[in-house]
């Protein structure tokens, strides 16, 4: 079964309050959202895999870790995943960038996917797929489907908040997959909005209602 990371670092905690009031404008949401991302990363890449390299150092000669592998792709659930998607880079500016399109039915709540974009090769790398809000997780798991159809065996799940019911249907689909969260929260409304939330998070990123 995968694990479910749920981070407790403090810097996470206070920029994600900032995150939920209503009142922060999309610019510090934004700018939040980004910072909290590369501060995740550091524990979603914990296990990446190092190699020893020699190096010259200006005193000496000597044997270092580098990453073994570069070839990680980044892929953000549209839009809202966007956000998430510089933070990364910034850390890992090496890395590809792919994307999957995920609408909602509003009254269906099922997800659509829409567009569909990677990199040549990506279903060999490590793949980090991206986004805000894990409610339902039905778009979450239609994406890990997408990418395992096209021979992808190495996905990992990065949220900012996720409610009890879409950690379970993740797991259910796919018990492989790590998810990453910043906070569990208590669960989801009759519109499959997460309680308490921070709203929704496309709107907040892009300023739009």
């Known amino acids: 079964m995968g694990q479910v990371h749920v981070f407790d670092h403090p810097l996470i905690s206070e920029k994600l309050t900032l995150m939920r009031r209503a009142d922060t404008s999309s610019q510090d949401?934004?700018?939040?959202?980004?910072?909290i991302s590369e501060l995740m990363l550091y524990e979603v890449a914990r296990d990446f895999e190092t190699k020893l390299v020699t190096i010259q150092t200006p005193i000496c000669e000597g044997s270092f870790p580098v990453l073994k592998e570069n070839f990680f792709t980044i892929v953000p659930i549209l839009r809202a995943g966007l956000g998430m998607v510089d933070g990364l880079l910034e850390l890992m500016p090496f890395a590809h960038v792919g994307h999957i399109g995920m609408s909602r039915d509003e009254e269906t709540?099922?997800?659509?996917?829409?567009?569909?974009?990677?990199?040549?090769?990506?279903?060999?790398?490590?793949?980090?797929?991206?986004?805000?809000?894990?409610?339902?997780?039905?778009?979450a798991v239609d994406a890990i489907n997408s990418l395992k159809s096209r021979?992808?065996?190495?996905?990992?799940?990065?949220?900012?908040?996720?409610?009890?019911?879409?950690?379970?249907?993740?797991?259910?689909?796919?018990?492989?997959?790590?998810?990453?969260?910043?906070?569990?929260?208590?669960?989801?409304?009759?519109?499959?909005?997460?309680?308490p939330g921070l709203g929704d998070a496309g709107d907040r990123i892009f300023g739009t209602k």
């Not at 949401?29 to 910072?35: A, G, M, S």
């Not at 790398?125 to 339902?136: E, G, K, Q, R």
Request: aromatic residues 10%; charged residues 25%.
């Open 29 to 35: 949401f934004r700018l939040l959202l980004k910072e």
């Open 151 to 195: 021979g992808c065996t190495n996905i990992r799940l990065m949220n900012l908040i996720a409610a009890p019911e879409g950690v379970k249907f993740v797991q259910d689909h796919h018990p492989d997959v790590d998810i990453f969260v910043a906070a569990v929260d208590e669960k989801l409304n009759e519109d499959a909005y997460i309680v």
């Open 109 to 139: 709540k099922q997800p659509i996917e829409y567009y569909y974009k990677m990199p040549d090769g990506f279903e060999n790398s490590v793949i980090i797929v991206v986004d805000p809000m894990l409610a339902t997780g039905g778009s």
